[in-house]
């Protein structure tokens, strides 16, 4: 199948596979129902309702392994998890299979504008903010990709209820740009650059390089927003064709649209006053920068200067992200389960100024832990590990901090609870991905929270 022009792609009769039965290749897999196309859904994990709930509308699909039947197909689709170095991967390659993205698929049928977000850290709370900013008459938002529904999802929605009025904004990772052709954002908005992910990707640059590829497809009429205080991602995009336009927490760069003083932050065109710093609701440095990056690309689409003031006057942050879940006998429980990498941890330690005790792990991304250790002599009292990574968290951290091993999450809380003084914060903030023993990041945050309100329960 030839999909080298998306405007005569079309995927009627065609035999899509779909590789993965979470919850994009799902919806990848009614997208194409939907069009026409002929679809068989393959996955290697257990028995899924979703393949049922498929199999009414007529999808056929398999479970606990990949059959040869996936390479009778004109294209495959593929879930993010799959990483593309895989045998599956490198077989259908080698039988000429066009081999895309959910996120790919999905903009092919779609002629609303992406503003599309990346980076190692924020990403979730930006999408958000971005969202909220752009909520007006004459932008109906949606969010989609790696936040919210999936993108496949959102578009099938539109089809049967088309919005002209629809912008998508995305929430972009690395994986889901391994495999695209004509992805384009009408604004590329990059937050940041950190080490994440390096136990699927070979190294930083090769982690990187699939970032980069957001802005592969853009041209002059397009836009991309950067990050002018990361040296590595400004170093990054030197070739892109889209107009680059910086933000940054300093004064000293040219072409910002919004600058930042000791008490405001200002609208550098029209030298007028868009809010001043103790109005903004998220605190800490970080949630400035992602202030900054989403006003910034709202600015572009057209976004009132009063619209993006009243939004970062009262946008609050997202659930997982540093979210206050209670407080029990004077001390306070912080859910940052969204923090992934060890980045994301160091940023939420300079976030809070009291004592912590610091529930640490799950699935090691190739972290480096022993970067904590600065954060560790000044904030933590104690780290509490969890999951597959507590060896490791231990042979770089066992002389730097208290370190007591838990296990669970559940163990890790009734520990924290016990050592814990009044004016402590009892912070997860796990540096690792969930899939050691949650389905999702999502999953930890709610149990941790369920498990805080047991404390409030019990005394």
Request: charged share 20%; with cysteine; proline share 3%.
């Given at each position: 199948?030839?999909?080298?022009?998306?405007?005569?792609?079309?995927?009627?009769?065609?035999?899509?596979?779909?590789?993965?039965?979470?919850?994009?290749?799902?919806?990848?897999?009614?997208?194409?129902?939907?069009?026409?196309?002929?679809?068989?859904?393959?996955?290697?994990?257990?028995?899924?309702?979703?393949?049922?709930?498929?199999?009414?509308?007529?999808?056929?699909?398999?479970?606990?392994?990949?059959?040869?039947?996936?390479?009778?197909?004109?294209?495959?689709?593929?879930?993010?998890?799959v990483?593309?170095?895989?045998?599956?991967?490198?077989?259908?390659?080698?039988?000429?299979?066009?081999?895309?993205?959910?996120?790919?698929?999905?903009?092919?049928?779609?002629?609303?504008?992406?503003l599309?977000?990346?980076?190692?850290?924020?990403?979730?709370?930006t999408?958000?903010?971005?969202?909220?900013?752009?909520?007006?008459?004459d932008?109906?938002?949606?969010?989609?990709g790696?936040?919210?529904?999936?993108?496949?999802?959102?578009?099938?929605?539109?089809?049967s209820?088309?919005?002209?009025?629809?912008?998508?904004?995305?929430?972009?990772?690395?994986?889901?740009?391994e495999?695209?052709?004509?992805?384009?954002?009408?604004?590329?908005?990059?937050l940041?650059l950190?080490?994440?992910?390096?136990?699927?990707?070979?190294?930083?640059?090769?982690?990187?390089?699939?970032?980069?590829?957001?802005?592969?497809?853009?041209?002059?009429?397009?836009?991309?927003?950067?990050?002018a205080d990361?040296?590595?991602?400004t170093?990054?995009?030197?070739?892109?064709?889209?107009m680059?336009?910086?933000?940054?927490?300093?004064?000293?760069?040219?072409?910002?649209?919004?600058?930042?003083?000791?008490?405001?932050?200002f609208?550098?065109?029209?030298?007028?006053?868009?809010?001043n710093l103790?109005?903004?609701a998220?605190?800490?440095?970080h949630?400035?920068?992602?202030?900054?990056?989403?006003?910034?690309?709202?600015?572009?689409?057209?976004?009132a200067?009063?619209?993006?003031?009243?939004?970062?006057?009262?946008?609050?942050?997202?659930?997982?992200?540093?979210?206050?879940?209670?407080?029990?006998?004077?001390?306070?429980?912080?859910?940052?389960?969204k923090?992934?990498?060890?980045?994301?941890?160091?940023v939420?330690?300079?976030?809070?100024?009291?004592p912590?005790?610091?529930?640490l792990g799950?699935?090691?991304?190739?972290?480096?832990?022993r970067s904590?250790?600065?954060?560790?002599?000044?904030?933590?009292?104690?780290?509490?590990?969890?999951?597959?990574?507590?060896?490791?968290?231990?042979?770089?951290?066992?002389?730097a901090?208290?370190?007591?091993?838990?296990?669970?999450?559940?163990?890790?809380?009734?520990?924290?609870?016990?050592?814990?003084?009044?004016?402590?914060?009892?912070?997860l903030?796990?540096?690792?991905?969930s899939?050691?023993?949650?389905?999702?990041?999502?999953?930890?945050?709610?149990?941790?929270?369920?498990?805080?309100?047991?404390?409030?329960?019990?005394?």
């Open positions: 199948m030839d999909i080298s022009n998306r405007n005569t792609i079309n995927i009627k009769d065609r035999n899509v596979t779909i590789i993965g039965l979470a919850r994009s290749g799902v919806a990848a897999a009614k997208l194409a129902h939907e069009l026409g196309a002929n679809v068989f859904i393959s996955d290697r994990g257990e028995p899924k309702e979703e393949l049922i709930q498929l199999n009414k509308l007529g999808i056929q699909g398999e479970i606990s392994g990949h059959s040869e039947k996936v390479y009778e197909a004109d294209l495959w689709v593929i879930s993010p998890g990483p593309k170095e895989s045998e599956i991967i490198l077989k259908a390659q080698s039988k000429k299979i066009p081999v895309v993205g959910e996120i790919e698929f999905a903009s092919w049928f779609t002629h609303a504008p992406l599309a977000i990346t980076g190692s850290n924020g990403k979730t709370t999408a958000h903010m971005l969202y909220e900013m752009c909520k007006t008459d932008i109906h938002p949606i969010l989609s790696n936040v919210g529904n999936a993108f496949s999802e959102v578009v099938l929605n539109d089809l209820q088309p919005d002209e009025k629809r912008v998508h904004i995305l929430e972009i990772s690395s994986f889901q740009m495999f695209i052709n004509h992805f384009r954002p009408y604004i590329s908005l990059f940041n950190t080490q994440d992910h390096l136990n699927r990707y070979k190294d930083m640059d090769d982690y990187v390089s699939a970032k980069m590829n957001m802005w592969s497809n853009q041209t002059e009429d397009d836009f991309l927003v950067f990050n990361d040296a590595l991602l170093n990054r995009i030197g070739p892109a064709k889209a680059t336009i910086p933000f940054s927490l300093g004064s000293d760069i040219d072409g910002l649209l919004f600058r930042l003083n000791a008490t405001k932050i609208d550098d065109q029209e030298h007028a006053t868009l809010i103790d109005k903004i998220l605190p800490g440095r949630n400035l920068s992602n202030y900054l990056g989403s006003s910034t690309s709202a600015s572009l689409l057209g976004i200067s009063s619209r993006i003031a009243q939004v970062m006057s009262t946008f609050c942050g997202v659930p997982h992200r540093l979210e206050h879940v209670g407080e029990i006998n004077s001390v306070t429980y912080i859910n940052d389960s923090a992934t990498n060890v980045d994301a941890v160091k939420a330690l300079d976030s809070i100024e009291n912590v005790l610091l529930i799950g699935r090691d991304k190739g972290g480096d832990f904590l250790t600065p954060h560790t002599h000044n904030k933590v009292k104690e780290a509490l590990t969890i999951g597959e990574s507590e060896k490791a968290i231990a042979s770089v951290l066992e002389d901090v208290r370190l007591t091993s838990c296990g669970s999450l559940k163990n890790a809380v009734e520990v924290a609870h016990s050592h814990a003084q009044p004016g402590d914060v009892v912070l903030s796990p540096g690792c991905a899939f050691d023993q949650f389905a999702n990041f999502e999953e930890r945050g709610d149990t941790f929270r369920e498990l805080v309100q047991g404390l409030k329960v019990h005394g």
